[in-house]
């Protein structure tokens, strides 16, 4: 069976950074595309990033604060978070592929506070 948990998140103060992780198992993680989503309090979906063989785009929101990476030894996806606003302040989701993000198997995710 399909795994993916988020940790990492918690309260930070604006400009601060966090490191978000997710676990996974039962998949070929190595092979697998994966992405970052999050959903602020009373808002859509968001996509934040992708990573596949080619390489990894972010939406506009966050490219050049937020980073991705991967360790396909561990089966775990990271996702840097530096430079942090208010309106980060969100539920961050890991998910296995790319593309059609809302359909996308996730885990439960981790929440991310940003506030002073």
């Known amino acids: 069976e399909e795994s993916l948990v988020e940790s990492g998140g918690g309260l930070v103060q604006p400009g601060g950074s966090l490191r978000l992780s997710c676990a996974t198992s039962?998949?070929?993680?190595?092979?697998?595309?994966m992405s970052w989503i999050r959903q602020a309090p009373g808002k859509a979906l968001e996509w934040l990033s992708s990573?596949?063989?080619?390489?990894?785009t972010y939406a506009g929101s966050v490219k050049g604060r937020f980073t991705t990476s991967r360790d396909n030894a561990k089966n775990t996806l990271y996702l840097d978070l530096n430079s942090l606003k208010t309106e980060d302040t969100a539920r961050y989701y890991c998910a296995k592929g790319v593309g059609d993000y809302e359909r996308l198997p996730r885990g439960p995710g981790t929440q991310v506070t940003v506030s002073s």
């Open positions: 990573t596949w063989y080619s390489g990894t």
């Open positions: 039962g998949f070929i993680f190595s092979d697998s595309p």
